[in-house]
C-alpha cells in the first residue's frame, strides 16, 4: 500500500468518524440528510456548493423538505437547481455522475482527477431504476476534485443513499403497519375475546383445537324481531339493535362472558371458568341485561316500542374451540361451544317468552345459594329425549 493509499484511507475514516459522531443522536432524517449535505463542503474545502436535491414523490411520507444551503428561505434547492440540464442529465443515468467543465468528461473514470476546468458535477441516488435524490456540488473556480476528493465524496454520497433509501423502506413498513393494523382492528370485531387472548398469548401456535371445558352457555333473543323489521325502516331497526346490543356486549364482557355468535336478533355467550363461578356469572349477565333493557325501552319511549328480550341458561362440560367447515369455496373456521349443553342452552332460550330468563337443572343447583329462583316445572324440548326441569330467574308474568 503506498503512502498515498493510507492517507487516502486515513481522511476517509477521519471523515467517517466526524460524520458518525454528528449524526448518532439525530434523529430526524431531514436533520441527518443537512448534516451529510453540508460535511461535503467540510470534506471538500474547495466545494463552493453543496445542494443535496430530494426529488422522490414519496420524500413527504419520510422526511420534512430540505432547506437550501445556498438560500436559507428556500427549500428542497427546487426553485434554483431542479430544473438545471446537469441534474437532469443525472436523473436520467443511475450507475453514473454527470459533470461540466470547459473540456468534454461527461464521466469521469473512478477516482481519476477530473481536470482543474471542472465547475460542477451532480451524483444520482436511486434506488433500483427509481430516482430518490442528487447531489449537486460547485467548486470554486479554477479548482480541481482530485481522485481522493472523489473517493471521499463517493463515501458521503453511499451514506446518503442507504439513509434516504433505508427512511423509504421504514416509512413503507410503517404504513403498511398502520394499514394491518386498521384491518385488525375491524376483524376484531368479528372474534371473540377468548380467541384474541389466546392468540397474543402465543401468535405462532394458538391453541385452538377442541377442549372439553365446564362452561355456562347463555343465549339471547329479541322477541318479536319479525314484526320489529316488517314495520320500522331498516335504517331504524339497524338503530334499535345497535342501540340494545351494545348494551348487551358491555354486559357479557364485564361479567367475563365472551359472544361467539350473533344473528340479527340474537346471541350466543360462552362463560368459562369454575363450575359455580361461571353459572353465577351467567346468571348475573341476564339479570342486568333485562334491567339494562328495561332503562333502554324508557329512554326511547314515545320514539320505539319497548323491546322484550328472551334468554336462557345452561351449564356443564361443552367441546370448546375451534370448528373448520371445508367446502368448495374454501375454509370457514369458527369458535364455539359444541354439544348437548350449548343445544339444551338453546331449547331453554327458545321457550323463554315476554322478557324470561330461563336455566337449565345444573345451572339452577350452582347458583341457587345466592339468588332467587322460580319453579317453572318439566319441560320438554325437540331433541332432548327426557323432559328437563326448568327454573327462572325473574317472576313469570
Known sequence: MTNRDTAI????????FRVAKKITSCLNIGDILEIIRDE????????????LILVDPDAPAYTRPLHCAVKKEQVNC????????????????PTAFQCVSDRAVPVPVFGEDVGKGICEIAFPIFDGNEPLAVLNVVTQEGQALSGKD????????????NTII??????????????????????RTFVPETVQRIVEKNPDAPELDKQEVDVSILFLD?????????????????FIIEKYFSCFLDVIYSHGGDVNETAGDGLMAIFKGNGKENALNAAAAALEIRRRTGEINKELEGLFHPLSVNMGINSGTASVGMSR???????????????????????????????DILVGPETASRIQ?????????????KNVQQKVHVFGLVPSS
Do not use: W
Request: glycine share 6%.
Open 325 to 355: 367447515f371445508k367446502g368448495a369455496s374454501g375454509t370457514r373456521t369458527t369458535f364455539t361451544a359444541s354439544g348437548p349443553v350449548t343445544n339444551l342452552a338453546s331449547r331453554i332460550a327458545s321457550a323463554a317468552v315476554e322478557g
Open 369 to 381: 345459594d345466592k339468588t332467587t329462583l322460580f319453579e317453572r316445572g318439566l319441560m320438554t324440548f
Open 40 to 51: 461535503v463542503k467540510i470534506t471538500i474545502p474547495h466545494a463552493e456548493q453543496a445542494c
Open 166 to 187: 433505508n427512511a423509504k423502506k421504514y416509512s413503507h413498513m410503517l404504513k403498511e403497519k398502520l394499514t394491518l393494523e386498521r384491518i385488525m382492528g375491524h376483524i
Open 222 to 238: 329479541v322477541a318479536d324481531y319479525t314484526r320489529i323489521s316488517e314495520s320500522l325502516t331498516q335504517d331504524k331497526v339497524n
Open 78 to 93: 427546487h426553485l434554483c437547481k431542479r430544473g438545471k440540464d446537469i441534474v437532469q442529465k443525472a436523473l436520467e443515468q
Open 9 to 16: 484511507y486515513k481522511d476517509r475514516f477521519e471523515n467517517a
Open 150 to 161: 472523489m473517493i471521499l465524496l463517493d463515501d458521503l454520497m453511499e451514506l446518503a443513499t
